[in-house]
């Protein structure tokens, strides 16, 4: 996985990025797929959930061309509120506040 940190990234254009990782820090890093063209099961599992993985779900966001992935046991697990995601996910039309890592990734890049 290449990535770079970067900060302010959503409040940018969707436009001007790609994917980015949202830590609960605040932390935003850019990402982009091992394979450089799309990202598979496992690799998005590790984003989410570190070196173990996670079980991952797709939440509510504000992209249309886009899909949030968080731990679907992150609630369980104890993870922080993760704020920035969180803002996201209820501009969405979400109903919870995000917890643990979230990344937002192009739905064409994912399989």
């Known amino acids: 996985m290449i990535t770079f940190k970067v900060k302010g990234v959503i409040n940018m254009e969707w436009t001007q990025i790609s994917n980015v990782l949202i830590k609960p820090s605040g932390e935003e890093i850019l990402i982009y797929p091992n394979n450089r063209k799309h990202y598979e099961l496992r690799e998005l599992q590790r984003l989410v959930g570190g070196d173990n993985g996670a079980f991952i779900q797709s939440v509510a966001c504000p992209y249309e061309s886009c899909l949030m992935f968080v731990d679907e046991d992150g609630r369980m697990k ?3 509120e993760n ?6 996910h209820l501009k969405a039309g979400g109903s919870n506040n995000i917890v ?3 990344i937002i990734v192009l739905k064409s890049q994912v399989k």
């Open 78 to 80: 104890g993870l922080p």
């Open 83 to 88: 704020k920035e995601a969180s803002k996201l």
């Open 100 to 102: 643990g890592t979230a």
